[in-house]
């Protein structure tokens, strides 16, 4: 069973910045895929960066240039650097990661954190 430690969610203004932490730990797996996703009160949960166990990433278009998702392999952890942050970015920030173990595939989620931008 795999369990995601997040960190480093907080109160920031607009224009600062956060680094989000999150490490995969008692796996018994291989991670593969690891993302972030984030949810405001009242929508849905969005996928934020994902980023593949090669280091490939894309990014949601309303954080392309601002954030950047990097992970260390080595400790099976994955971080969001987030700059320029903005009023709507506050959300609770949710840490992602898959594995799998022959044909089936595991998803695990964090506890999140909150991330609050104020302007």
């Known amino acids: 069973q795999v369990q995601l430690v997040e960190s480093g969610g907080g109160l920031v203004q607009a224009g600062g910045s956060l680094r989000l932490s999150c490490a995969a730990t008692r796996n018994s797996f291989s991670i593969n895929d690891m993302a972030w996703y984030r949810q405001a009160p009242g929508k849905q949960r969005e996928l934020v960066a994902h980023i593949t166990s090669g280091g490939s990433t894309n990014y949601a278009d309303s954080v392309k240039g601002r954030f950047v998702i990097a992970r260390d392999n080595t400790k099976n952890t994955v971080y969001l650097q987030m700059s320029s942050l903005k009023p709507e970015d506050t959300a609770v920030y949710y840490c992602?990661?898959?594995?799998?173990?022959?044909?089936?595939?595991?998803?695990?989620w964090g506890q999140g954190t909150q991330v609050t931008v104020s302007s």
């Open positions: 992602y990661a898959d594995a799998r173990l022959g044909p089936v595939k595991y998803v695990y």
